[in-house]
């Protein structure tokens, strides 16, 4: 990834784990640094403090720091890795859940969308995540989340899976979005998620968890080959002229 502009400042990448480029955005306490892993998993650092996003053992994460807050978005396996929050999560660190996840994580903190809390020391609103248009797969209202996390003074927003519902286009100072695109069945297409980022305006953007025929694929225990990487361009292209700085995140290594 390049180096990425928050504001005015200008902070240079860094190497992050396992030589992926790791962004850092200015805040008060210290910069954001913001990793991202495969598909829709992150990992952000601010202050000592360690989250994980949707962590996911498809990804290599053999250099993931251990977290002191997970969340998750939604209850499927590409989402909602067992095994992967346990590698990953500290002794007792909590872990923020859509209720439908509480099977799976029977000690996780369910979080509705429209609330908003403060966690191990961090503060987290969940936003609502669902579809509009009917169909397969089907992300019925309530039943998976959106966050916006308060780090330094910055708000950074992890769009999960969803449309541009009016809950997104209600968000106000966002510095750093990750928006889903190219989601089954025509939802979120790169157009319609660029229209959606211009509704709310985030400083910086990131269209993440945009290769459904790469996941399709590991999912049917294949192997996937390079990424795709469709869409990208005409995201990009229907957001110029806008004061938001579009960026792309390398989520789908090739194997």
């Not at 807050?69 to 002794?91: F, N, W």
């Not at 961090?122 to 397969?136: C, L, Q, R, T």
């Not at 992890?158 to 979005?177: M, S, W």
């Not at 292209?237 to 960026?247: N, P, Q, T, Y």
């Amino acid at each position: 990834m390049r180096t990425l502009a928050l504001a005015a400042s200008v902070i240079a990448a860094s190497v992050g784990v396992n030589g992926l480029a790791a962004d850092r955005f200015p805040a008060t306490g210290g910069d954001i640094v913001i990793t991202p892993f495969i598909h829709s998993s992150i990992q952000v650092e601010h202050a000592g403090r360690v989250i994980q996003l949707d962590p996911w053992s498809a990804g290599d994460l053999t250099g993931a720091k251990p977290a002191d807050l997970i969340l998750v978005t939604d209850d499927v396996g590409h989402h909602l890795d067992v095994t992967a929050i346990q590698r990953l999560r500290k002794a007792g660190a909590p872990i923020v859940i859509p209720a439908a996840a509480k099977a799976k994580i029977p000690d996780g903190t369910v979080l509705a969308n429209g609330a908003a809390t403060t966690i191990a020391g961090i503060g987290v609103e969940s936003i609502a995540a669902y579809d509009i248009k009917p169909g397969e797969p089907s992300h019925p209202k309530g039943e998976a989340n959106g966050y916006v996390l308060t780090l330094g003074g910055k708000r950074i927003y992890f769009a999960g899976v969803t449309e541009c519902v009016p809950e997104i286009r209600a968000l106000k100072n966002i510095d750093v979005a990750f928006v889903p695109m190219n989601l089954p069945v025509e939802r979120m297409t790169p157009l319609a998620a660029a229209e959606c980022v211009k509704a709310f305006k985030p400083k910086v953007v990131y269209p993440y968890h945009h290769d459904q025929e790469w996941v399709s694929r590991l999912g049917r225990g294949g192997v996937p080959g390079a990424p795709s990487g469709r869409g990208l361009q005409e995201f990009r292209d229907a957001l110029k002229g806008e004061s938001i700085d579009v960026r792309f995140a390398d989520l789908y290594p090739t194997r």
